[in-house]
């Protein structure tokens, strides 16, 4: 599954495309997107190569841009404020995305004041760190007559579906791996997404039926 160009993937390919080569000539390789320009990926694996299109079922998702406000220092804050406006104009559960542990904690925080929700909203944080049992919370469908507000990082792009999403607030941002040279480590650095995950961000929206996506740019 290759959704959005990466390091990473790009050297999974490699790899493969390595083994297929050297070891093992009988071996397929199919590459599954809903994103990535797949013309360009097929001249890469050779003449000849079929692209195979399938459509799949994605209800339509309206945009709604919401420009960072200089009240709100804080990125948690922007993110909390999109979320109150979501509870507040929409039902269904919300998907929120935020670049990491510390934003995720920040806008939690921020959300469980009193009366910072609606009443019948869970608020869910979703990152690597939590106990298992923590993220099942956040995965697992909501009881009738609730819904949730889940908080995540970009693990809930492509890698994990969450039941019940009719709606995403989505930061922007994203934290990455860079690799310095002059440093010769790595570090984690926070990024404006590109188009294509700002996209697959959106889509989340509409697995069940219309959606809305606030983008906070």
Same mark, same amino acid.
């Given at each position: 599954?290759?959704?959005?160009?990466?390091?990473?993937? /790009?050297? !999974?390919?490699?790899?493969?495309?390595?083994?297929?080569?050297?070891l093992?000539?009988?071996?397929?390789?199919?590459?599954?997107s809903?994103?990535?320009?797949?013309?360009?990926?097929?001249?890469?694996?050779?003449?000849?190569t079929?692209?195979?299109? *399938?459509? !799949?079922?994605?209800?339509?998702?309206?945009?709604?841009?919401?420009?960072?406000?200089?009240?709100?220092?804080?990125?948690?804050?922007?993110?909390?404020?999109?979320?109150?406006? *979501?509870?507040?104009?929409h039902?269904?559960?919300?998907?929120?995305f935020?670049?990491? +542990?510390?934003?995720?904690?920040?806008?939690?925080?921020?959300? $469980?004041?009193?009366?910072?929700?609606?009443? !019948?909203?869970?608020?869910?944080?979703?990152?690597?760190?939590?106990?298992?049992?923590?993220? /099942?919370?956040?995965?697992?469908?909501?009881?009738?007559g609730?819904?949730?507000v889940?908080?995540?990082?970009?693990?809930? +792009?492509?890698?994990?579906?969450? +039941?019940?999403?009719?709606?995403?607030?989505?930061?922007?941002?994203?934290?990455?791996?860079?690799?310095?040279?002059?440093?010769?480590? $790595?570090?984690?650095?926070?990024?404006?997404? $590109?188009? /294509?995950?700002?996209?697959?961000?959106?889509?989340?929206?509409?697995?069940?039926?219309?959606?809305?996506?606030?983008?906070?740019?």
């Open positions: 599954e290759f959704h959005e160009r990466s390091l990473q993937a /790009d050297f !999974g390919l490699a790899l493969a495309l390595d083994v297929r080569r050297a093992r000539p009988d071996l397929r390789l199919l590459i599954m809903a994103t990535l320009h797949i013309p360009d990926v097929s001249r890469f694996l050779g003449e000849g079929p692209i195979v299109e *399938a459509s !799949g079922r994605l209800y339509p998702v309206e945009t709604i841009f919401l420009p960072l406000r200089t009240r709100f220092p804080r990125l948690a804050e922007q993110v909390a404020a999109g979320i109150r406006r *979501a509870c507040a104009e039902d269904g559960s919300i998907l929120a935020l670049p990491g +542990e510390g934003e995720i904690r920040a806008c939690a925080e921020i959300l $469980s004041a009193p009366h910072s929700l609606p009443d !019948g909203v869970d608020l869910r944080p979703l990152y690597a760190a939590l106990p298992r049992a923590r993220q /099942d919370e956040a995965l697992r469908p909501c009881v009738a609730r819904r949730k889940v908080l995540a990082t970009s693990i809930a +792009e492509s890698s994990l579906t969450i +039941e019940g999403i009719s709606c995403v607030v989505d930061s922007g941002f994203a934290r990455v791996s860079r690799f310095s040279p002059a440093t010769g480590m $790595s570090h984690l650095e926070t990024i404006r997404i $590109s188009r /294509d995950r700002a996209d697959q961000r959106t889509g989340r929206a509409g697995r069940l039926g219309n959606g809305y996506c606030y983008r906070l740019w």
